[in-house]
């Protein structure tokens, strides 16, 4: 009923029947460019076009399986978000969720083959998830499946990740643009995406003619922990004379960043002002850390949640449609905390 009652005010609004509405919002080609322009402006204006895209999910469930940290209380935010995101996409649809946890390496292959295959769960969600017998698996259920920022290098399940080369680039070039040349990057290269940022700021290194000297610009920590990377970088500036010691802090999260500033505290290091700090991370942290805003590239993290539905819904369309590798772009985010390196332009790069 309610389509019938948006097709009759398109028709309204554009002077042009009933039946031809529906013959150019059904796809078919026997109508006129000019019938076809108005109607389709029309359909866009009252959200029509979008439902169109977004139907109904023709699925009773959705099992998604991402690693532990996402489910507890002070667990992992980013990947907490991204289940927001799969919630909200769901929200319009009568599609129940089950979520199980499943660690990035040497997962539970019964548990994951009891969650996915439950009869219940007509289509699969894997939240950054590595294994790969756990992906080659999925491939074999006969059930719709998005991985979201994952190792896919058999490229045979649609995904959706950030663009973490052009994130990492991003990062670096911010620094690089305003002069900075002893920038110092501080990351974990515990997950495959790590290192494809990592390889975006060489790759930024590399556009500014800059040589990356991995003893000097790179600092690699186990984990995100703060109190890891001020312990690192306490230890990395009094191994160095002052002369050494970075313009600039890249730091692949907003805890990083709050170790980075535990850190230069007691080295009298003020920030902006002595030394510039940028991060990569999503807006909650950027916006909201716990020792203020830094300077960083927002990392997209429920938008990643709602595109992998949408990713379903294209599935479940055209089965036989290629395989999607969805990639979104982070967006700069500006806290204050990055200036124009003018004072340090006649200043060797070492």
């Not at 009933?18 to 389709?40: C, H, M, N, P, Q």
């Not at 599935?315 to 905390?337: D, I, K, S, Y």
């Amino acid at each position: 009923m309610a389509g019938r009652l948006k097709m009759d005010e398109i028709a309204v609004q554009t002077g042009y029947s009933v039946s031809t509405v529906s013959r150019v919002l059904s796809g078919k080609s026997y109508t006129s460019d000019r019938a076809r322009e108005a109607i389709v402006q029309c359909a866009r204006r009252l959200g029509v076009l979008e439902d169109l895209a977004c139907g109904r999910l023709l699925i009773n469930g959705i099992a998604v399986f991402a690693p532990a940290r996402t489910f507890s209380a002070r667990g992992d935010l980013f990947y907490h978000e991204v289940t927001r995101g799969i919630a909200q996409a769901t929200a319009p649809h009568d599609v129940h969720i089950s979520y199980c946890s499943l660690e990035e390496q040497h997962a539970d292959i019964a548990l994951f083959l009891q969650k996915a295959g439950d009869k219940n769960s007509n289509a699969i969600i894997i939240i950054g998830v590595d294994d790969p017998t756990v992906l080659k698996l999925a491939e074999t259920l006969g059930k719709p499946c998005v991985l979201i920022n994952a190792d896919n290098r058999e490229r045979r399940l649609d995904a959706v990740s950030p663009d973490h080369r052009a994130i990492g680039f991003n990062a670096a070039r911010h620094l690089l643009e305003r002069g900075y040349r002893r920038i110092l990057t501080i990351t974990t290269l515990r997950r495959e995406t790590l290192y494809v940022r990592l390889e975006g700021v060489k790759e930024a290194y590399r556009h500014f003619h800059v040589a990356f000297d991995p003893k000097q610009d790179l600092m690699v920590t186990e984990g995100f922990s703060a109190s890891e990377a001020a312990s690192m970088l306490t230890a990395w500036l009094e191994s160095r004379p002052k002369a050494q010691w970075p313009q600039a802090l890249l730091c692949a999260s907003a805890e990083m960043a709050t170790g980075m500033k535990q850190a230069l505290k007691p080295h009298g290091l003020r920030i902006p002002e002595d030394i510039a700090l940028i991060s990569t991370d999503f807006d909650w942290h950027l916006e909201h850390g716990a020792t203020g805003p830094v300077s960083g590239i927002a990392v997209p993290c429920r938008e990643l949640g709602v595109e992998a539905v949408h990713l379903l819904q294209t599935r479940l369309n055209r089965p036989q449609a290629p395989v999607f590798n969805l990639l979104l772009q982070g967006r700069l985010v500006e806290g204050g905390t990055v200036l124009d390196a003018t004072r340090f332009a006649a200043l060797p790069r070492f």
